[in-house]
């Protein structure tokens, strides 16, 4: 088979018009002096540059920056795992050739800004005087010689320690060929990407922690009605300053919901949005109902119960300043994660 028939034509044209190098089902080239690696797949092309020694600083502000310009790109999504950047471009008829080589040179031209320094930088060790263009993991890099000639024989270490425990395996148990090669690239995507369950799990914790300053406000705005009496403020002043805690409470909520997506190791893209979004706005709801608990269980005289409960929700109308309350909530909520759902196509900022 003509392995260059597992390159789209789209792909193809590409590689040829730039003088890129057609290997098997991969292309790999240069630009700007990034090496990268590009492969297709079913509605995404992936382009894949070494990042070897990447600061944490500078991987922020990198994801900060293609989440700015992530509809410029076409990115369906972007990550960075162990020392290779990975970016996935929606891939449809209107994708053409010169979008590609413009979203490249987009992507270098913000690591140039970033001063991340990828040329000559082995991908082994991590320091500057590489010379040896190789493959890590079909992975188009940088490596010192000796440093390339020490991950060969580890390498080959590994495959003769595989070989030796299939000689004990049933020939049932043979996996295929191509799904094992797959599975040994660096940068495989089923086995990169963060599991949803993760993402959901890191960002309620966050969200759970930006709702304790909403639970504690009862006790928050005794201390401030009581500053405001002894000054002599109108009720409106007292009216405006809970109003005001309210949007921060709520602005904090996701915010912490950002804060714990994040930490689970995702890249930011249009499904995690939506995560971050839908899991503060049930959130700010959840805690409008709790909220009424604290209030009946800071007052001494009164027992938290059911019919307390639903006496103060309904007979009170504490339901109004429930609605009240979550709509304000999730106005700034949504203002947290407004940054996020940017879909701007101008330039990048350094």
């Not at 409008?288 to 604290?294: G, P, R, S, T």
């Amino acid at each position: 088979m003509n392995m260059e028939n597992l390159i789209s034509k789209k792909m193809r044209i590409f590689a040829e018009r730039n003088d890129w190098m057609i290997r098997d089902s991969y292309i790999y080239g240069k630009e700007q002096g990034h090496l990268f690696t590009g492969i297709d797949g079913k509605g995404i092309k992936s382009f894949i540059t070494p990042v070897p020694g990447i600061l944490r600083d500078q991987t922020d502000e990198l994801m900060q920056l293609l989440e700015k310009n992530s509809s410029t790109m076409r990115l369906e999504g972007y990550d960075i795992t162990d020392g290779f950047l990975c970016i996935r471009i929606k891939d449809s008829t209107s994708l053409k050739t010169d979008d590609i080589e413009f979203i490249l040179a987009l992507l270098s031209g913000i690591l140039s800004d970033l001063s991340i320094v990828t040329a000559n930088r082995c991908q082994e060790c991590g320091e500057l005087g590489a010379d040896k263009e190789t493959y890590m993991y079909d992975l188009f890099c940088y490596m010192h010689d000796d440093c390339a000639t020490k991950f060969d024989e580890n390498e080959k270490g590994v495959e003769t320690a595989d070989d030796v425990n299939s000689d004990d395996t049933d020939n049932s148990d043979v996996s295929d060929p191509e799904a094992e090669a797959e599975e040994g690239g660096a940068l495989d995507r089923n086995n990169r990407q963060v599991s949803t369950l993760r993402k959901v799990l890191f960002t309620l914790a966050g969200a759970l922690i930006g709702s304790i300053p909403w639970l504690i406000m009862p006790y928050i705005m005794d201390m401030v009605n009581g500053l405001l009496n002894s000054a002599g403020s109108p009720d409106w002043v007292l009216n405006l300053v809970r109003s005001l805690i309210t949007c921060i409470c709520a602005y904090l909520i996701s915010y912490f919901a950002i804060v714990g997506y994040k930490l689970s190791g995702a890249g930011i893209n249009k499904s995690g949005r939506w995560m971050i979004g839908i899991i503060s706005i049930a959130f700010i709801i959840i805690v409008q109902f709790a909220y009424l608990a604290v209030l009946i269980l800071k007052e001494p005289s009164v027992k938290l119960t059911f019919g307390n409960y639903m006496t103060n929700l309904v007979k009170y109308n504490f339901y109004r300043d429930m609605l009240i309350g979550a709509g304000i909530g999730t106005v700034f909520a949504l203002i947290a994660v407004l940054p996020f759902f940017d879909s701007s196509k101008g330039k990048t900022s350094k």
